[in-house]
């Protein structure tokens, strides 16, 4: 699994890429890829900063019972 980025290696893709640097001499000089360096710069313009907010979907599996039949079966068990 791949190094989590820190903040300050962020701000630094962040100022080089406001002063015009290449993709090639950031990834050089920090030492991330040149693929991480385009999601940081795809990242500012969409949301204005270098991190995606979340996406706000549900994670993990759905649930096998409803809120109805979740209901039900209290009902039945506590009745």
């Known amino acids: 699994m791949p190094k989590t980025m820190t903040?300050?290696?962020s701000n630094v893709i962040v100022q080089a890429l406001?002063?015009?640097l290449s993709r090639g001499q950031i990834s050089g000089v920090v030492g991330v890829s040149k693929r991480a360096i385009t999601r940081i710069n795809t990242n500012m313009r969409k949301h204005g900063t270098?991190?995606?907010p979340p996406s706000g979907a549900k994670l993990g599996r759905p649930a096998k019972l409803t809120s109805a039949q979740a209901?039900?079966?209290l009902?039945?068990?506590f009745a």
Request: proline share 7%; net charge positive; charged share 35%.
């Open 18 to 20: 406001s002063r015009g």
């Open 50 to 52: 270098p991190k995606a």
């Open 71 to 73: 209901q039900v079966g």
């Open 7 to 9: 903040e300050d290696v």
């Open 75 to 77: 009902k039945c068990c």
